[in-house]
């Protein structure tokens, strides 16, 4: 089918605003006589709250409010899966991040100064800042009497056969490191007092709904009561979620106090003290293998460190385990996920969402499995790659179009990937080795049979013809508003510059749940689309009664009702919609879509985890100076099956955008903490890619549609994502002959094979456990 | 604090202040003028978010104190456009897909201005390395680059 819209690299909605400065952020909004909200954090990562005076506080003129957990009034905790995250803390302190009391004053500097003269006394408690010590029985209780609060499984076959029938075992530890969202927005919130009662809060909010519960349920409020607007959103990658609805709850929590509209924007240090990161993983991976190169075992244990809170951590590590195998055939597989507390900053929603770890190991084993049999990387994935009608670890059943293959075989020629391996394993003695690496992955769209997956758009034909169109779908930057009203354009048959799109709001948009998994196009895109039908049923019957002929001979193209048989134009889309006002027809359509039905047997570890899959290749090519341990990337290929791409060039800036973000997975973004005290609060010394770090990208769309989606289209957010950082480490070990175990791979880990980290005394040296080899020498025989 | 006198030019209007010395030009623009186009993101001078033109050459405005651009020429984002034109640079960003989220977005473009002010006709080293200090996350600098690189070919015609 051939179309007038989807699929062209129309200019984003909100393209405009953004780059002429008009576009609102959460920070640019102001309002008379608003105060100015401040957090007190905690002292220690670990403690008991023996006492909170704020005596001394009060009595600084300029402050207006002054709370503690104490002044809640409803719910003091709030979690969409486990309810323990404290709004303030009450009881004890379980990370730095943590806050203890607010304060609203007229300046900010007053706020500041007044949480400075808050008088908290603490018990210190023993800190757990390693995910393997929270295990054991004797370590102290973070929540609770079990650390461990998350244990997924999943089994197939019968792993003890399969390790008997293999000819070999290749078994590794890998690790994986906390990272920072790093948005180029902080965090930032104004409330304030409703009309006839409640808050309105406008903000950096990525999931609308899920923090309105939460500030309704801590002010005892109905959710009529709380609307929570989306400000324009500076970048989220799964970071504007919990940490959003904390500082929402304790904004509207002084607002209330004071009945006066309260700001609140985190500095960077802030931010990159209290936020969520994305989990570092401990993957123990044991394969059995046969001498052919296929698998007949995967054995896996993961344990995530989930930080002082649930958070999405239940969620997270179940795609793991969905996942853990990657998209290879395996009889006999068992696979367990851990997630445990630990005094660090909790982990939550990062773009990937539990795929990066596991892909990772994966990825790292699939080439060690070609060496050991004496194959290339792009060989052994063709051998033991899915294709239509496998069946996963889970027991599902892929019949879509499993387009493995294809993705990797368009990659591979694209990078001369055959050519430049073997090249490039040739030893040299020059320090400066190139190398090159690929990596695959399968995906699961959406949020599968983690919960309700259903979501609205709303399209509203005005009576000049012009469109606003309205979603429980928000856009963060990933173009979700722009996807929507093409899709909406290219059923109604008008331009794009007819179509205006709200910002959400949660009082004028359906719930549509987060934000997340990749789902905004398919999910709310699903919906426009029905939206988007529904009015043009309605103007198509107002222009068959104008022009007396038939419906099916009469179709909406660039803003006019033509002749569907010779393309006459009969009338302008303006006229239709003004007529169709007149016969006092709606000219508004509600879209919905449920997802398609998926399962999950949590005792047994079996399920159709997800309505369909997405699959993808990226392959790095890479110059490590082996006297500096520094690795270049010098070109990328990523190839992803979209299924369709409703924007062309928005699909584009998700393939760089996603190897960018993969690229510092790999080589530079740690999040480090010593005792769990955060070693890095701004950009500074938390180093994300710059314009020189990114590499020219070759980028590769392959659209095979899928029913599940609009005009076929699937997902790409978090798949471009997810494996840019293993095709990397695949490129080092072509390079170099050594394998990096543990990311990011740093000057240190490449050259020396280890981290250094700095320990007590400024200059002294720890010798971490050695996950990985020097890269100095090479092997024999290599 | 003594406040300061100060005669500058913002966005081609000439304005006289006085002014807190301790107060920064992002600040300033922000909350005294209501210029909110400039955006803050790190406050030290590393994510170049808040990127304005001083005398034509590009500044974080985090790190400029407002004393010092007594005497000085301003450009912000909102500058950027003449008598509702566009620049050609907002044009070929919005044409390239160069603005996700769009919060670098100010400071990249005003940090592409003062490059092609200088040299109109830059190569991809050349851009990248005028846009190395304003970090983005959403885009990976591909289309960024291209953008620049099209505005550039658009000026010289």
Request: proline share 4%.
């Amino acid at each position: 089918m051939k179309h007038k819209i989807i699929g062209k690299g129309e200019r984003r909605v909100d393209a405009l605003g953004k780059v002429t400065g008009t576009a609102k952020y959460a920070e640019d909004f102001n309002v008379m006589h608003q105060l100015y909200g401040k957090v007190l954090r905690a002292k220690h990562p670990h403690a008991k709250i023996l006492k909170i005076d704020t005596s001394k506080a009060q009595k600084l003129d300029g402050v207006e409010a002054i709370l503690t957990a104490n002044d809640i009034p409803g719910d003091k905790v709030f979690g969409v899966v486990v309810r323990n995250q404290a709004i303030l803390a009450h009881d004890k302190v379980r990370y730095l991040g943590d806050g203890v009391a607010l304060v609203a004053a007229k300046t900010k500097e007053i706020a500041e100064q007044a949480a400075s003269l808050i008088e908290v006394e603490y018990e210190p408690l023993p800190v757990i800042s390693d995910p393997e010590e929270a295990f054991k029985p004797e370590s102290i209780k973070i929540h609770g009497d079990d650390n461990q609060f998350v244990h997924h499984h999943v089994t197939k076959g019968d792993i003890e056969k399969g390790f008997t029938e293999a000819d070999f075992i290749i078994e590794k530890k890998f690790k994986t490191q906390f990272i920072e969202h790093s948005a180029i927005e902080p965090e930032a919130v104004l409330a304030e007092p409703a009309e006839h009662g409640g808050v309105i809060v406008t903000g950096s909010v990525q999931n609308l709904f899920s923090s309105r519960r939460s500030v309704a349920a801590a002010l005892k409020l109905d959710l009529n009561k709380v609307q929570i607007i989306q400000s324009t959103l500076g970048g989220s990658f799964g970071g504007k979620d919990e940490v959003m609805t904390a500082m929402c709850c304790r904004a509207a929590l002084l607002c209330m106090k004071t009945g006066k509209p309260v700001k609140m924007v985190n500095t960077r240090e802030e931010s990159m003290l209290e936020s969520y990161k994305r989990h570092p993983y401990v993957l123990y991976y044991k394969w059995g293998c046969k001498k052919n190169g296929s698998i007949a075992a995967m054995e896996i244990k993961c344990i995530a460190d989930g930080g002082a809170y649930a958070s999405m951590s239940p969620f997270v590590t179940w795609r793991s385990v969905v996942q853990a195998t990657g998209p290879y055939y395996c009889e006999n597989v068992k696979t367990d996920v851990y997630a445990v507390y630990t005094n660090n900053n909790y982990t939550g929603a990062m773009r990937g969402f539990g795929s990066p770890q596991v892909n990772f190991a994966i990825e790292s084993m699939m080439d060690e499995l070609a060496e050991k049999v004496g194959k290339d990387p792009f060989e052994i994935r063709l051998q033991n790659g899915f294709e239509t009608g496998a069946v996963t670890a889970t027991g599902q059943k892929l019949d879509h179009r499993v387009s493995l293959k294809e993705v990797l075989t368009k990659s591979a020629e694209a990078a001369d990937f055959l050519n430049k391996w073997n090249q490039y394993r040739t030893p040299s003695t020059s320090p400066k080795r190139k190398g090159i690496g690929l990596a695959c992955s399968y995906r699961g769209v959406s949020l599968g049979a983690e919960g309700t997956d259903a979501a609205g758009t709303i399209v509203s034909v005005q009576t000049d013809g012009s469109v606003i169109v309205s979603s429980g779908i928000t856009d963060m930057g990933q173009g979700a508003q722009t996807q929507m009203s093409q899709i909406a354009a290219e059923v109604l048959g008008i331009s794009m510059d007819r179509i205006q799109f709200l910002n959400t709001n949660t009082s004028r948009v359906p719930d549509s749940g987060p934000t997340v998994a990749s789902r905004g196009t398919i999910m709310g895109g699903t919906a426009a689309k029905k939206g988007a039908e529904i009015v043009r049923a309605f103007l198509m019957k107002t222009a068959s009664e104008m022009t007396g002929l038939d419906v099916m001979s009469l179709d909406f193209k660039d803003n006019y009702l033509i002749d569907a048989n010779n393309g006459e134009r009969l009338a302008s889309f303006n006229e239709i919609a003004a007529e169709c006002f007149n016969k006092g027809r709606p000219m508004y359509g509600f879209g919905w879509y449920k997802s398609p039905q998926t399962s999950w047997d949590e005792h047994h570890g079996h399920g159709e985890a997800y309505f369909t899959f997405v699959y993808g290749v990226n392959i790095a090519e890479v110059e490590v100076d082996t006297e500096t341990g520094k690795v270049d990337v010098l070109n990328f290929v990523s190839c992803h099956d979209v299924g369709k791409a409703i924007n062309r060039n928005s699909v584009l800036g998700q393939f760089y955008g996603g190897v960018a973000m993969g690229l510092g997975y790999g080589l530079m973004e740690e999040f480090d903490f010593e005792d769990s005290i955060p070693k890095q609060l701004n950009f500074d010394e938390y180093l994300i890619p710059t314009s020189m770090d990114v590499p020219n990208i070759i980028p590769i769309i392959v659209e095979n549609e899928d029913a599940a989606g609009p005009f076929g289209a699937k997902s790409i957010g978090e798949p471009s994502n997810e494996l840019a950082a293993p095709a990397i480490i695949n490129a080092i070990y072509n390079a170099t002959g050594k394998r990096i175990y543990e990311i990011p791979a740093t000057l240190e880990r490449v050259l020396l094979g280890h981290k250094l980290t700095r320990k007590g005394e400024r200059g002294s040296a720890k010798k971490e456990e050695v996950l990985a080899d020097s890269c100095k020498i090479r092997p024999e025989g290599r | 604090m003594k406040k300061v006198k100060i005669n500058t030019v913002i966005n081609n209007r000439t304005y006289e202040f006085s002014v807190a010395p301790n107060q920064t030009l992002l600040r300033f623009l922000r909350e005294e003028l209501g210029l909110t186009g400039t955006k803050c993101g790190c406050e030290i001078g590393e994510c170049g978010a808040c990127t304005v033109l001083l005398d034509g050459e590009a500044v974080n405005s985090c790190l400029v104190l407002v004393p010092q651009i007594d005497g000085k020429e301003v450009l912000t984002v909102e500058g950027l456009a003449k008598d509702s034109k566009l620049h050609p640079l907002q044009e070929s960003f919005m044409d390239h897909d160069a603005v996700h989220c769009g919060f670098c977005t100010p400071g990249m473009l005003m940090s592409a201005k003062a490059l092609l002010d200088k040299n109109p006709d830059p190569d991809e080293k050349e851009i990248r390395t005028a846009i190395s200090g304003n970090l983005c996350r959403c885009t990976g600098y591909v289309q960024i680059v291209e953008a620049i690189n099209d505005a550039s070919e658009k000026i010289k015609e």
